[in-house]
């Protein structure tokens, strides 16, 4: 699918603190309005310096897993996408780094514990606030890669058409307005130190691992046009879905969307 036109460089003016000292966040383009900043990024990949951030105030396309839309009112939440040039055996990884860092940037600002449920939803208290996306390609010799990562922010979703009941905001599970530059700020932070850590040969699963809200739970993931339904037991060192189905058998999943049975 072709990739919409890239906007305007360098920033228009919006409020927020950027650029930054830090590893991501140096190179940064802070955009009013685009189609998805996974767009904006990718478009910039083959020169752009790793680290590069592209922040938005609202997204006329923006895309989840499986390339469902993203939506959030303009001005109201966090929508952001960043430049990565990984070794290929830390590719695996970078959705856990992504997590984790809002995870913990998320909690830092508003107070509230976030889970994880496998492979890339944030939730609070069980409700849907965020997500990820990591898209990865060889580009000029260099495996690229563009996370996406998604919070929602100062809105109510039940008063946004499209959005799933089951999605929260951290208006909502705050209660009260939470300040959007502070948040990016905690994110970036948490994302320079994971990085660093995972360079230097950390593995981070095990910390992701701990937050999943999925392993222990009966569970139907949507794989394609076929589901598979089963006990999430585990995940394996990729990060892989391992599933004991009613049978006994087991069944590893790189990719699905998961379900949670009550």
């Not at 929508?79 to 780094?97: T, Y």
């Not at 939730?123 to 990865?136: D, F, M, T, Y």
């Not at 040969?201 to 339904?229: D, F, H, I, K, M």
Request: with cysteine.
């Amino acid at each position: 699918m072709p990739l919409s036109p890239p906007s305007p460089w360098p920033s228009e003016t919006v409020p927020w603190r950027l650029p930054r000292a830090g590893h991501f966040g140096r190179t940064a383009l802070v955009l009013p309005r685009v189609v998805s900043t996974m767009d904006e990024v990718w478009q910039r990949a083959a020169t752009a310096e790793e680290g590069l951030v592209v922040l938005a105030e609202e997204q006329t396309g923006g895309r989840g897993r499986f390339r469902r839309p993203w939506r959030a009112p303009a001005g109201s939440s966090l929508l952001l996408s960043l430049l990565f040039r990984p070794p290929v055996a830390s590719l695996p990884q970078l959705p856990p780094l992504l997590a984790l860092a809002a995870a913990e940037a998320i909690e830092a600002v508003c107070g509230r514990s976030v889970g994880l449920k496998w492979p890339n939803d944030l939730l609070i208290a069980g409700r849907k606030v965020g997500g990820i996306l990591v898209e990865s390609q060889l580009l000029d010799q260099r495996v690229t890669a563009v996370g996406g990562i998604g919070i929602n922010g100062n809105f109510d979703p039940a008063t946004v058409p499209g959005i799933p009941a089951e999605a929260t905001s951290l208006l909502v599970a705050c209660g009260r307005t939470v300040d959007r530059p502070a948040l990016l700020e905690a994110l970036l932070a948490r994302l320079d130190a994971g990085y660093a850590r995972l360079l230097a040969g950390e593995n981070l699963l095990p910390a992701w691992r701990a937050r999943l809200v999925t392993l222990g739970r009966w569970v139907t993931v949507q794989v394609g046009e076929q589901q598979v339904s089963g006990q999430a037991l585990d995940v394996d060192r990729e990060g892989k879905l391992i599933l004991r189905r009613a049978d006994g058998s087991l069944e590893t999943l790189a990719a699905g969307e998961v379900t949670l049975q009550r």
